[in-house]
């Protein structure tokens, strides 16, 4: 059965960089089966998709946040990756990393993890 | 970029009522319409792809039903497990979105 796990710092500076990590178990990350993404969920708040990434390097972004966003695949760690950069205290959100179909429904889904942008 | 809206934003009902939640899309999706339940510090977890189909180990008290514009996610009698915030996505163009959420309170 196919998991995923967030890690990286919890605390991030404002004007630096996000950097999370998303592993996955239990399956190929080069499955052609799934395309591999980023949701984040401020505190109290709605789902917000960032960006999506097929194995093959195929990437989506949400154009409101596109400028800051990457997203890449660490095919022999069976990892992917996200990095934000400039980031200011509205990117405070749980951070989710998720697997979806061709078909963009998002299943399975890491437990996420909490990033928190402060001084 | 495709706005969900869904309501009502939350719901009070009592153990094996019927439920029924709805999702706008402010331009035809077609069937790509997703619903998923999120309890209090867990991740979201999908309960319908494409609009009606029920995933895998999901109860069959949850269905969904619409197409176009206008869908509707229903528990046909809610159990005290069924505590949540409800999301619907569409899945019909990027960027993904989501509504806004519905609590459903027990």
């Known amino acids: ?90 990117d405070t959100a749980v951070y989710y990393c998720a697997g979806s179909t061709t078909s963009f429904w998002f299943d399975p889904w890491g437990q996420g993890t909490l990033v928190t942008v402060s001084s | 970029d495709i706005q969900m809206t869904q309501s009502p934003s939350s719901l009070s009902a009592s153990v094996e009522d019927r439920v029924t939640i709805t999702c706008r899309a402010s331009q035809s999706i077609s069937s790509h319409l997703n619903w998923y339940q999120q309890k209090p510090g867990k991740a979201p977890k999908l309960l319908i792809y494409a609009a009606s189909s029920l995933q895998s180990g999901v109860p069959s008290r949850f269905s969904g039903s619409g197409s176009g514009t206008d869908f509707t996610l229903t528990i046909s009698s809610l159990q ?12 019909h163009s990027t960027p993904l979105t989501f509504g806004g959420g519905t609590k459903v309170e027990i």
Request: glycine share 8%; hydrophobic share 25%.
């Open chain 1, 1 to 90: 059965q196919l998991q995923l796990q967030e890690s990286g710092p919890g605390l991030v500076k404002p004007s630096e960089t996000l950097s999370l990590t998303c592993t996955v178990s239990g399956g190929s990350i080069s499955s052609s089966s799934y395309f591999w993404g980023w949701i984040r969920q401020p505190p109290g708040k709605g789902l917000e998709w960032i960006t999506s990434i097929y194995y093959s390097g195929s990437t989506y972004y949400n154009p409101s946040l596109k400028s800051r966003v990457t997203i890449s695949v660490d095919t022999p760690k069976n990892q992917f990756s996200l990095k934000l950069n400039s980031v200011t205290a509205a």
């Open chain 2, 80 to 91: 005290p497990e069924d505590s949540a915030t409800y999301y619907c996505q569409q899945s």
